[in-house]
């Protein structure tokens, strides 16, 4: 979820999901409300037609009256109260439809008191043709037909079914309005889906070409970065190359040097003098075989030791503290002396003639070398 | 449905009105059962008991008013109920108060041929609607006797008003007979 594009897809079928939720709500109650719309357009059409029967219940129940009249039979007399009471029947099922009606109220109050009377004429004239007083009959029909009942009814009806055709296209009007809102609601939120998800595909499409495009950089940046590294590699390898020339160079030059040093070495081991390489403070740092084969000392044991334990000079007295060797190094000049000694292991001297040599690196005496020659073999 | 129509009850023959009025533990359900075979025939009025049942024919009335006339003998509450739906015959059903289902001439051929339901007119009208998938507008309780032969009108609900104002539920001030 830390990705945007996916917040904002998520925040998308979310809102897609909201807008479905709404739609069928609101479709739902549009449904329930066409179906009531529905029913009342049933229930007008039912009473349009009850007022329809009634009349004809009305009508009915006034010629079966009269026929009865004219022939007396108890078939006729049946049907008469069965016109009578399918009248009250009517009445009643139109009652009952227009409950809700409060405007028809007085019609149908009308409408009951014509049954009433319709009734009661039906009564009277039973009573009277049963009594054989055929001028009650005529006179009771004569009123009726004086009062003008069934016109009335016919008048009374009419107005009523005006009325509930008027109710029936009103409540018609509302269900066509309510369907309509419905197929709003419904396209609407359908439209509006379809562009949610268009505009989440669109996110999607974006949001892939700009994935491609940083993939796009990284490679050309991953090219540029091998090529950087290739032309870097090639460098260093030239570089190496110099400088395993400049190694063989080295190394030739140290085989050289080595070979020069090993050479001088010899030399130096050549010679049957006792040789003294002395660091400035006179301790010794290198001599030759000739020193060990006269004194009977190891190399290492005279390594580092000064040269005055091992060779003592002889010669005219001197001033106390005074040392020669010292102030020949220190001057930068040669000394000899031709009386000097040097001991061996066994703490015999041997006599020998001695010479100092300064070492100089650049102008500066940095130790000395010292060679001494044993009387016989200078003999 | 087809296994429903195999597994009722094979035809009744030569039933009559005493037979039914003697049949012990005569439940709505037994009585059903004998109008397995009976075929539908539509008249304006009802017929006598002993003529619909010789001519095995009839029509919801006659059916309703017959199984009121007997289930009432055999000591059972029954109610006729007279529902009217758009753009048909209104349709008459027998309603037993003790079974808490009616009785309907379109259900006789069937296993089940009582339709449990509630006991009020709008229950029933909207049950009865529902079996001819259709909207119902007017329902009205009604009696009958075969002696006076003739439809007496009770309450009646109308569909559109408030299930809460109906004269089942709040019975009206009795009137003053006419």
Known sequence: ?379 | MAVAVLLAPGPASALTLQELLAEKELTPKKFASRFADFEYEFAADVLPADVFLQRRKGDCDDYAVLAGHVLRHHRQTPRLIHVRMVGRVAHAVCYVTESKAYLDYNNRKYAINVERCGPSLRDIATQVAESFKANWTSVSEFTYSYEEDRKRFGVTVVKTDPPANDPDRNPPPAKAPR
């Not at chain 1, 400049?246 to 030739?252: D, H, Q, S, T, V």
């Open chain 1, 1 to 379: 979820m830390s990705d945007p594009i996916i917040r904002r897809i998520v925040a998308l079928f979310a809102t897609v999901a909201a807008i479905l939720v709404v739609v069928a709500v609101v479709a739902l109650r549009n449904i329930s409300r066409a179906t009531a719309s529905n029913d009342w357009v049933n229930q007008t059409h039912a009473a349009i037609l009850e007022l329809g029967t009634l009349r004809g219940s009305f009508q009915a129940s006034d010629a079966a009256l009269r026929t009865l009249l004219v022939t007396g039979s108890e078939q006729d007399e049946a049907a008469c109260r069965e016109a009578s009471a399918a009248l009250l029947e009517n009445l009643e099922v139109l009652r009952a439809l227009l409950r809700s009606d409060r405007a028809s109220a007085p019609a149908l109050e009308r409408l009951d008191a014509l049954a009433e009377d319709r009734a009661k004429l039906t009564r009277d004239a039973l009573a009277a043709r049963r009594a054989a007083q055929p001028d009650r009959i005529r006179s009771l029909v004569l009123a009726d037909t004086a009062a003008g009942s069934t016109a009335e009814v016919r008048r009374v009806v009419e107005k009523l079914k005006t009325e509930q055709m008027a109710l029936l296209a009103a409540r018609d009007g509302e269900a066509y309005l309510q369907a309509q809102t419905t197929r709003w609601t419904v396209g609407t939120g359908v439209a509006l889906n379809f562009l949610l998800l268009g505009l989440a595909g669109w996110l999607v499409r974006d949001d892939v070409r700009a994935r491609r495009r940083a993939t796009e950089v990284l490679r050309e940046a991953n090219d540029l970065l091998e090529t950087r590294v290739r032309e870097r590699t090639a460098e260093l390898a030239k570089a190496n190359e110099v400088l395993r020339a400049e190694n063989l160079e080295r190394a030739w030059g140290s085989q050289a040097l080595e070979h020069q040093l090993r050479y001088n070495e010899l030399i130096v081991n050549s010679i049957s003098d006792l040789v003294f390489v002395l660091t400035k403070a006179q301790n010794i740092s290198r001599l030759n075989p000739a020193v060990t084969h006269v004194t009977g000392f190891e190399t290492k044991e005279l390594v580092n030791r000064p040269l005055q334990s091992l060779v003592r000079l002889g010669g005219a007295a001197r001033p106390a503290g005074f040392d020669p060797l010292t102030q020949a190094l220190r001057e930068g000049r040669e000394y000899r002396e031709a009386d000097a000694y040097v001991q061996d292991r066994s703490g015999r001297e041997t006599p020998v003639s001695f010479m100092l040599f300064p070492l100089r690196d650049r102008d500066r005496v940095v130790g000395g070398v010292v060679i001494l020659r044993t009387r016989d073999a200078g003999a």
